[in-house]
Structures are given as C-alpha cells and as structure tokens.
C-alpha cells in the first residue's frame, strides 16, 4: 500500500500531501517493525542500524546549512529535501534515474537526488538549486539560462542548471561536445537543448568573470 | 514510495558479510540500480546493508602485476582514471559508455556488474522463469531488445557495459564471503540461464564482490565499441570488447567479448580464432567481423542486432588496427 500511494514529493500544494502520507508510513511502519527489530539487535554495538519505519535522527547538510531531522531509512533525498525540509527546487520526474530533474551536487558532483537514500547523504555535502542563488541574486549558470532563453516550460530547468553547475565545476572550460555529453543526464521534454547548451557555454564565461 | 526496510552501514567487511548472509538483506552500493527495482518490485528487501561505510572497496592500488580496482569505485572514477584508461582502454570505454553523468558519479563498479537486467518482462509485473515463474514472457513476446546467443531458457542481455571489457582483459574478480574470499576469473563469474535461471552471477548469500584485480600483459591494446539507440543514457542494443596482444606485427592473442546480445559477456571464440596469428589488415578484420556472428539465433525481433553486431566488431578491431 504505502509505495503505490502517495508517490514522493506529488508537488508544490498538492492538496492530498504530507498528512496522509505521513498517516500511511506510520501504519505500515507499526506492522513491519516489530519482526526486524528483533533481528537487529545482535549486530547494534559496531554496525549503524536503523529499523524500518522507524524516524532516525540524521545530520544532512545542504546548501551549507547543517539540518538535523528524522527520516526513515527508506526515504530518499529527493522526497526529504520536499517534504521535510520544504525545499522544492529540485523536481520530481521519472523517479527512476531516467530524466535528471532531480539533480543534486553531492560533494561536488552532480547526482540524482531519487536514486539516493537521505541516510546515504549524511557526512556529504548536498547543494540544490536553492544553493546556487545569492538570497535573491541569480547565480551564473541561472544567469546564463534567463539570458540566453534556455527553457520553455521550465520543469527540467532546475536539474538542468544543478548539473550544468556540477559540470563547469569539474571542467570550468568545456568544448560543445563536453557540454553534450555532461548534460546528458538531463531531459527537457520541450526539446531547449540548443539553447541549453548555449547557456551552458555563457555560463562557463560567466563564472570566469566571477571569478570562480 | 518503497517499501519499508531495515538499513545497516556496517564498518568492516566482516559485519557486511555476517549481515548480508541473512535472508532477505540486500547489498547497496550507489544504490542507482537497487533503489529502482526496489521502487518498482522487481525483488523487495527486508534490509538493505550500505557498503559506502566500507572504505577498503574505495582504493584503486597499483602493483607490478596488474591493477587492484575496488569495487566501490564509481563508473566516472573508472572512466577517467589515468591507468585504467591508459593500460586498460576498453574498461575505460565501457565505464564511460554506461548510463548517464550523474549515474555514473553515483554507480559504482561492483554494483554495474552486480546490476540486474533490463528485460521489460523482468522489470515489470510479470512474474516469469528469472522471478521464479513458469514461463519466458519474450520468447512469445517483444524481443527486440533480447539476446541472439545463449542456451535459453531465459533471454536476457547482460546489462553491464564493464563486463565484457572486463572479460576481455582477463580481470579476475575478488569475492569476500562467510567461507573466506575466494578469486573467480570475470569470464567465470557470469552464469547462463541454463545453469541459474534466477542468477546472473555466482555470488551466494553473504558474498560481496570486493575487487576487480586487471593483469599487467605487455603489448596489450583494447576498446570497447558500443551501439545504442541514442547517445546517452542507454543500453546497448550490441558491443563489442576487443583485446589483443600484438607482437611483431601479429596478433599474438585475441579476446572478442560481445554485450547487448547474450545473458552473460559472450566470448567470440571463432572471431578469436580468426585474427591470432595474423595481422590486422582489412580483410581480416572483416572476416573477424563475420565470425562473431556465427552461431547467432535471432528471436522473432532482434535480428536487425546481428548486423549491428558485426559493424560493433568491425569498428573496434579498425580502432586497434
Ligand atoms: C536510467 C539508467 C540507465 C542505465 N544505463 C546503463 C548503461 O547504458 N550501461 C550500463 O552498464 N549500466 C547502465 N545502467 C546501470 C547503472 O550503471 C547501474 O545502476 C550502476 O552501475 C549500479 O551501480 P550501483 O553502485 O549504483 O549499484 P547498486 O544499485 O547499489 O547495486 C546493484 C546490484 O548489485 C548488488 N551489488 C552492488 N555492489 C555489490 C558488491 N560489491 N557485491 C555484491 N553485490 C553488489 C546490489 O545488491 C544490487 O542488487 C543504467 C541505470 C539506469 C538507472
Ligand atoms: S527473458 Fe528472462 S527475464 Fe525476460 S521474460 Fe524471459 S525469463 Fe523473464
Ligand atoms: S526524478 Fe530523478 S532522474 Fe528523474
Ligand atoms: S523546458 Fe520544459 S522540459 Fe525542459
């Protein structure tokens, strides 16, 4: 039951959201959770172990700001970074590894935030697009975006430009074909990708500029 | 969402092996592959045991002998290691041609080995032979993506694009277990479905595959050719590993490792045969080429595959050449 329902992060305002969700892991956690526990109990003096279900207190660290807060083993940092911590800038896709809108930098590199487990970030450094403003003031890659009209409807625009950051980071200078092949973990259904990667190519003078 | 799970990140291989030997625990590496037939039930998994705590696996060690690459080195650190790429070009390929940018910041070396496979029966609600069901849903089925060779009963591809250059390098794999570790060559660590039809591979409950250890052979040259679909983020529709050892202008010794197009990394033995102890001129390629077809048996949708599969071969050998 709990894994068809409430499939993670439904959206911005979705009117059937977090209580119900929240409803539905607490009951099926109940059932689960008395089997395994015992089980567990051998291995807790080396091993870090966290019963299914159960809220585990983790330390993550996002956009430079150190977040302590409960999550369940089974919950991943996409559906933490919404649900939890309110911060609905990474997207929602596929949630299969299949489209990039969830793209996240973890200590640098870009990942996709539904594929990881948020007990797995803990001890790592996560950025979000969230991280890559100045309170209001756009960074570079977004900068470039707006400029060189990189988006139409805007939805893989988030991950576009978090990955599009991971690249510049790891190559500050890249040809078009590096700009093809780094950005290819990223779908925009609305098909900007020449746009795209001319933001890309800005953004990576940009950033010079800037100094970084 | 998935399905709830006990999760454990022991600290030391020994507490890894002891938990994974329990019914029901599964190994998470990056977790890219697991998370996905986690969500979509291909398998469930009462606990789910991180290897991310087990730093051992992270090393990449040099030795007169060869290369000892641990298993929870992501794909992006294989592709663009200097030694790999140098020494060991088709792993490099390979690494480089699997799944996406963020995929293979995240996957790592073991898990793509270990990764399970893409047929869409598989992945979806079917409950066939590899789910431990009664029949093959592609025999009868949409097969375009199957395999050409293999003795049934299961038509898998092997999803993994390091396999076969791994098969052709002659690495040889390090296994850690509740018996001790034991050494398998990479050739021998892949199982058909004839003999395991829930398997992909040897590995028995508790065991983790720690190392990929890659030979030193001097004169070695290798690549990996990879014909997909589109250009990213795709698997192969069929490829081609080719080694070679090359000594005064002859081909001294030759592996040709097919993927996309068989349930385990398929050796070429006639494509083999063909190129040692000759030189790599046109005709010879070509006839190589040729050879690795033989004995394909296209299912009722992928035989467009078998001339993919002679052009994969046909390119890798002229990039050598
Ligand atoms: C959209 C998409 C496209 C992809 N395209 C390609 C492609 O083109 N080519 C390709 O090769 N791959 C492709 N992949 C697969 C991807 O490369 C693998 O998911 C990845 O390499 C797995 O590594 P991981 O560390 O994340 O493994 P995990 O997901 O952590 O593990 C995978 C499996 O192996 C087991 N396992 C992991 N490590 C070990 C170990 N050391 N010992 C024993 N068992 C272990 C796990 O229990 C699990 O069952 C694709 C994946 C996705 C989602
Ligand atoms: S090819 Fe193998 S995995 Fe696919 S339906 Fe047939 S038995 Fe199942
Ligand atoms: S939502 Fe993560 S890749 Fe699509
Ligand atoms: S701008 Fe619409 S999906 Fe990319």
Known sequence: MTEKDGKEGCGDGCPHGVSRRGFMTRVGA?????????????????????????????????????????????????????????????????????????????????????????????????????????????????????????????????????????????????????????????????GAYVHIFRAVKKASVLRKDAGR | MISSFTYARPKTLQEAVELLAKPGARAHAGGTDLLGCLRDEVFSAEKVVSLSGLSELKTIVPSPLGLHVGALTTLAQVASYKPISGMYRALAEGAAAAASPQLRNQGTLGGNLCQRPRCWYFRGEFSCLRKGGETCYAYDGENQYHSLFGPGPCFIVHPSDTASPLVALEAKFRIAGPAGTRTVDAEAFFVLPDAEVQKENVLKAGEILTEVFLPAQAGLLSTYRKVRSRGAWDFALAGAAVALVVAGGKVAKARVVLSGVAPVPWRAKKAEEALTGKALDPAVIRAAAEAATAGAQPMSGNAYKVDLLRGAVEEALRAIA
Do not use: W
Not at chain 1, 67 to 90: D, F, N, S, W
Not at chain 1, 133 to 142: L, M, R, Y
């Open chain 1, 30 to 190: 109940g059932t689960i959770g008395l089997g395994v526990a015992a089980a567990a109990g051998t291995a807790e003096a080396t091993v870090h172990e966290i019963p299914p279900g159960e809220p585990h207190r983790v330390t993550l660290t996002v956009n430079g700001t150190t977040h302590r807060l409960l999550v369940e083993p089974r919950e991943t940092l996409l559906y933490v970074l919404r649900e939890r911590l309110g911060m609905t800038a990474t997207k929602p896709g596929c949630e299969r590894g299949e489209c990039g809108a969830c793209t996240v930098l973890i200590d640098g590199a870009a990942r996709y935030a539904c594929l990881t487990l948020a007990v797995e970030a803990e001890g790592h450094e996560v950025t979000t697009l969230e991280g890559l403003t100045k309170g209001e003031e756009p960074g570079a890659v977004q900068r470039a975006f707006m400029d060189e009209d990189a988006l139409q409807c805007g939805y893989c625009t988030p991950g576009q430009i978090v990955a599009a950051e991971g690249l510049l980071r790891a190559r500050p200078d890249p040809t078009l074909e590096e700009i093809r092949t780094g950005m290819s973990g990223n779908l925009c259904r609305c």
